[in-house]
């Protein structure tokens, strides 16, 4: 697979052809705000790499997926969050609509445990 889908929206954000509130950048992935945040921080972090969803991305660029899980740990320190919640959406059943991976970082309010 090419590390490029040319239809994919988060692809485009990588390359700087669709704009994004862009909180942080290094080799492997790139983290911006969420258009329609569900908290006070809302980033959602990205591999550079296309692949759809997060057993692909460990499949085919495990590196890569570490590059996700570490810069998400940037993010957090970065907003001032000692405590976040990292989740990855995998298929349309549980609200997938973007399918190229990305972890939601999301912090900054009181959580619920089961999730919603
Ligand atoms: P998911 O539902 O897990 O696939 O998450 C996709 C997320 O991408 C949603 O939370 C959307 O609000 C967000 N989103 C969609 N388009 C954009 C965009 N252009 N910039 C930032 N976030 C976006
Ligand atoms: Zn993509």
């Not at 569900?38 to 495990?62: D, F, G, M, Y």
Request: with cysteine.
């Amino acid at each position: 697979m090419s590390d490029r889908d040319p239809d994919c929206l988060f692809c485009k954000i990588v390359a700087g052809e669709v704009p994004a509130d862009i909180v942080l950048e290094n080799d492997e992935a790139v983290a911006f705000r969420d258009i329609n945040p569900q908290a006070p921080t809302h980033v959602l972090v990205i591999p550079k790499v296309h692949q759809p969803n997060a057993a692909e991305l460990a499949r085919n660029a495990p590196d890569a997926l570490a590059g996700v899980f570490t810069t998400a740990a940037e993010v957090a320190a970065g907003e001032g969050l000692e405590d976040y919640r990292a989740v990855f959406n995998t298929g349309a059943g549980v609200g997938q609509t973007v399918f190229h991976a990305h972890l939601h970082v999301l912090g900054g309010r009181d959580f619920a445990w089961p999730p919603g």
